[in-house]
Nanobody, 119 residues
Framework: QVQVEESGGGLVQAGGSLRLSCAASVSIFRINAMGWYRQAPGKQRELVADIPNSGRTNYADSVKGRFTISNDNAKNTVYLQMSSLKPEDTGVYYC?????????????WGQGTQVTVAS
């Protein structure tokens, strides 16, 4: 079973910054993609940013220019640097790790970390 562990959430004032980290207990050679999603109260979970094997990053339009996703293959860790935070960025942020198995692909989620941006 793959373990996915997030850290780095918290309370920050609007305009501030936070850095989220997510470590996965799986060989980097099995990972297809690593990404961050978020879910605000009363809303569906949405993609924030992801980074597939190709290294070509994808961002939600709402975070482009403010958030940066990166990974450290040696540590099987993905980061989300969030800057110029807005109250609408508030939510639970989840890390998703997509891996390939012998016969199918798998997706593993972390437990989520709360990000609250105060106005």
């Amino acid at each position: 079973q793959v373990q996915v562990e997030e850290s780095g959430g918290g309370l920050v004032q609007a305009g501030g910054s936070l850095r989220l980290s997510c470590a996965a207990s799986v060989s980097i050679f099995r990972i297809n993609a690593m990404g961050w999603y978020r879910q605000a109260p009363g809303k569906q979970r949405e993609l924030v940013a992801d980074i597939p094997n190709s290294g070509r990053t994808n961002y939600a339009d709402s975070v482009k220019g403010r958030f940066t996703i990166s990974n450290d293959n040696a540590k099987n860790t993905v980061y989300l640097q969030m800057s110029s935070l807005k109250p609408e960025d508030t939510g639970v942020y989840y890390c998703k790790i997509e891996t390939r198995g012998s016969y199918r692909d798998y997706a593993y989620w972390g437990q989520g970390t709360q990000v609250t941006v105060a106005s």
